[in-house]
């Protein structure tokens, strides 16, 4: 094999991986008041995607942060499998 | 273990089993935050929904924070409805050293309005509202806005 | 008023007795530092010499400083022996902001520490030994040194 | 009178004023094992230039800080009068 068919095989292996779509559940906490649902999704640019067409919950996705199995995640390429949990956490209030 | 309570804490009864706790655990010093339902507003109290699986890891990374600062923490939170001048809320640090404990409660306690999952709401005139502009985003928020 | 008393502190009655009188004060923040006699150099316990008068009146511009800061500042200290693993000393500070009594409790113990003029003896053997050095002298002191 | 003699009898009055030795009860606090005495001193002055004769009290000079009447002073001319009381206050450790 050449260098660049190393290469195109690398680009495909990744892409393949990142392409499986999996069901996972999306909880919406606190004030957004709405019912977790299901989405098919290989990561969570896959989520945000998605949630911009829904018009309840796109104003929240400003300023909610993000938790993959309630792990706080930083990365929108957060890879995402079947049964993955993804909650969206609106601005927080304690005390 | 953060201890969640439906409704009000029984603040003298946390405040007196924390401190017969460590009687014997060589600590100097032992500082209890208590935050409590202030009349403001014209509410008539305050309600919370706690996520409760990230406010425990939330939790854990914290004990483990105040061990290496040779301390030790403790919280207590309502879940639910809290009336007007009750409390809601118990932060509470012990350590040897005065310093390290004074500390200690101050990081804790802005850490945790900053971070824990816990959702304020005002009651007023039958309704629970959402205290949005008091509110935090979480460190990282916005992830999803693309 | 400083509260003082002979022996060790009854701290979840004084710490209860003081949540109670500030219930209806509006103060969302209540934070109470308890400090208590640690197990160290072998000694059987601390002993407290207090000089009232001036003990009074640093109390006095205490409580209108923290007045000034939105704040209401509470103390009780011991008076004579204390055994190992029990209270000497609550100061406390209510505070409708949780900034405000957060940095009040800190000043207003680091400024007693410095300024407060009760003298610590160790208890050990029989004997009551001054706890030079672990002492600070007053801010001022040496004026007659010449 | 000329300027120099205004001065002059400035300088009596303040002597004068000064001068006037009265009985003061100096108090030793804390851990100076010591009963209280009672001395001549018109200041903190006269009060400091005899207690450096005590061997007892002198090794707390250094750092003992020093009330008028329990309030306390910063200066060495701060006046005293008759019955005024001086306390000594060694280096502290409340808490």
Same mark, same amino acid.
């Given at each position: 094999?050449?260098?660049?068919?190393?290469?195109?095989?690398?680009?495909?292996?990744?892409?393949?991986?990142?392409? +499986?779509?999996?069901? +996972?559940?999306?909880?919406?906490?606190?004030?957004?008041?709405?019912?977790?649902?299901?989405?098919?999704?290989?990561?969570?640019?896959? #989520?945000?995607?998605?949630?911009?067409?829904?018009?309840?919950?796109?104003?929240?996705?400003?300023?909610?942060? +993000?938790? #993959?199995?309630?792990?706080? #995640?930083?990365?929108?390429?957060?890879?995402?499998?079947?049964?993955?949990? +993804?909650?969206?956490?609106?601005?927080?209030?304690?005390? | 273990?953060?201890?969640?309570?439906?409704?009000?804490?029984?603040?003298?009864?946390?405040?007196?089993?924390?401190?017969?706790?460590?009687?014997?655990?060589?600590?100097?010093?032992?500082?209890?935050?208590?935050?409590?339902?202030?009349?403001?507003?014209? $509410?008539?109290?305050?309600?919370?929904?706690?996520?409760?699986?990230?406010?425990? @890891?939330?939790?854990?990374?914290?004990?483990?924070?105040?061990?290496?600062?040779?301390?030790?923490?403790?919280?207590? !939170?309502?879940?639910?409805?809290?009336?007007? !001048? !009750?409390? @809601?809320? $118990?932060?509470?640090?012990? @350590?040897?050293?005065?310093?390290?404990?004074?500390?200690?409660?101050?990081?804790?306690?802005?850490?945790?309005?900053? @971070?824990? &999952?816990?959702?304020?709401?005002?009651?007023?005139?039958?309704?629970?509202?959402?205290?949005?502009?008091?509110?935090? &985003?979480?460190?990282?928020?916005?992830?999803?806005?693309?």
């Amino acid at each position: 094999m050449t260098l660049s068919t190393n290469l195109a095989l690398a680009i495909i292996t990744k892409t393949k991986t990142y392409g +499986v779509f999996s069901m +996972v559940r999306i909880e919406f906490l606190g004030p957004i008041q709405k019912a977790s649902i299901e989405l098919e999704a290989s990561s969570l640019r896959d #989520v945000a995607n998605q949630l911009h067409h829904d018009k309840e919950v796109r104003e929240w996705l400003e300023t909610a942060a +993000v938790a #993959v199995n309630d792990t706080l #995640v930083a990365s929108l390429d957060t890879p995402l499998k079947a049964g993955d949990k +993804v909650s969206l956490l609106p601005p927080v209030c304690g005390g | 273990m953060v201890e969640l309570y439906d409704g009000a804490l029984d603040v003298p009864t946390i405040l007196q089993r924390w401190y017969e706790e460590e009687a014997m655990s060589n600590y100097g010093a032992y500082i209890p935050f208590i935050g409590t339902v202030r009349a403001e507003d014209e $509410i008539d109290g305050l309600s919370f929904d706690i996520y409760e699986p990230i406010l425990a @890891s939330w939790f854990d990374a914290w004990q483990q924070r105040a061990k290496e600062a040779g301390a030790l923490v403790k919280m207590a !939170h309502s879940r639910g409805d809290v009336p007007l !001048h !009750h409390s @809601s809320y $118990i932060a509470a640090v012990f @350590s040897p050293k005065r310093r390290v404990a004074l500390e200690t409660i101050d990081l804790f306690v802005e850490d945790f309005k900053a @971070s824990a &999952p816990i959702w304020k709401y005002d009651l007023k005139d039958g309704e629970r509202i959402y205290a949005k502009d008091r509110s935090t &985003p979480i460190s990282g928020s916005g992830l999803l806005k693309g």
